[in-house]
């Protein structure tokens, strides 16, 4: 079978593959629908994720159909799943408060562990869900990121009168926007890019867009920022009110903050990774799955897997959404 190599850093190649292992126990095949490119297969692929090991299969945001099961997996052939790409041992102290994205032990899919962008794989079936009927695999496969959202808005209070800026419009902000915007929550977006807000204006005219010169200090009950860098890191530390929530998404490496201002303006910010399993991914689900939840503008491209190269290179670009691998093209 085929499916994608990151050799090493800036190598990307279709490679032949041993067809994935017969499942035992509680293991289940997964044949692949769609596979996600994810800002972090982008780190991986350019080299900038510290952690990554190569060469590596990548992809962790995968819809497929059940091939085989093994006997003690609760799966049925031809049933369709979402796949949760982050290990846990279920043992440690976190994983025992529930806490599986912290676990001690965690290996994420596509990183530092064989991912998921191949014919098929053979996973535990502890790291999939059922998806509902009625959810298309087009939209299925935003379940894994919109569960990081889901887990970071979690933490604070998105409801109507609430105002909420949105720091980075690309996948996981056009995702907070969804959710801000199922809330009822007065959505500000904030972007270096006139080209996304311009498509956030588009898909959400109720959204008041605004590049990052244009933000003014302590205006927002709660900030997301999920662009990753360090100056809207500092900006959100500037423009949430006095006592207001900043929930960081994005991952800049480090900033350069004014703690005096972050002290007497008494600013609550949280970190948030991932997700846990099964509840944010059933809470995703359930959103995606509500006509009511706008999730449609996040994809923008849909390659089979074999023009990986094109995919990754527009994907690299950053002019795009979410960009998906099809991988029913044989
Ligand atoms: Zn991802
Ligand atoms: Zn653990």
């Known amino acids: 079978m085929q499916g994608l190599n990151v050799k090493e850093p800036e190598q990307l190649e279709l490679k032949e593959y041993p067809d994935a292992k017969e499942p035992e126990h509680d293991e289940v095949k997964v044949k692949l629908i769609y596979g996600g490119i994810c800002g972090s297969d982008v780190g991986v692929y350019k ?5 990554a090991s190569y060469p590596v299969r990548p992809g962790h945001e995968l819809i497929g159909m059940i091939a085989e099961a093994g006997e003690k997996a609760p799966y049925t052939v031809g049933e369709r799943v979402v796949v949760e790409p982050n290990s846990f041992c279920g043992a440690c102290e976190f994983c025992q408060a529930g806490k599986t994205n912290i676990c001690k032990y965690k290996k994420s899919l596509g990183v530092n562990d064989d991912g998921g962008f191949a014919e098929t794989f053979t996973i535990s079936a502890k790291y999939v869900l059922p998806v509902p009927e009625t959810l298309p695999s087009e939209k299925a496969v935003l379940i894994e990121p919109l569960a990081v959202i889901v887990h970071a808005l979690e933490k604070v209070k998105v409801e109507k009168g609430v105002s909420v800026a949105v720091i980075g419009c690309g996948t996981e902000g056009m995702l907070t926007i969804a959710m801000c915007d199922y ?3 007065d959505i500000t977006a904030i972007d270096i890019s006139e080209e996304k807000l311009a498509k956030v204006n588009h898909h959400y005219p109720d959204v008041k867009t605004l590049l990052p010169s244009e933000a003014e ?3 927002y009950d709660i900030v997301v920022e999920a662009a990753g860098a360090s100056a809207s890191f500092e900006q959100g530390v500037e423009i949430v009110k006095p006592g207001g929530d900043f929930v960081v998404v994005g991952m800049a490496p480090q900033a350069n ?4 201002r ?9 970190g948030s990774i991932i997700y846990t399993m099964p509840h944010d991914f059933e809470k995703a689900i359930a959103y995606l799955n509500d006509d009511a939840f706008r999730a449609e503008p996040v994809i923008s491209k849909i390659y089979p897997f074999q023009e990986c190269q094109q995919a990754y290179d527009d994907a690299v670009s ?10 029913q093209t044989t």
């Open 318 to 327: 950053g002019r795009y959404g979410k960009i998906l691998l099809d991988f």
């Open 257 to 260: 903050v004014a703690v005096i």
């Open 47 to 51: 080299g900038k994720i510290a952690h």
């Open 183 to 185: 809330a009822g929550a």
């Open 262 to 270: 972050l002290v007497r303006k008494e600013v609550t910010i949280y």
């Open 217 to 219: 200090a302590d205006q």
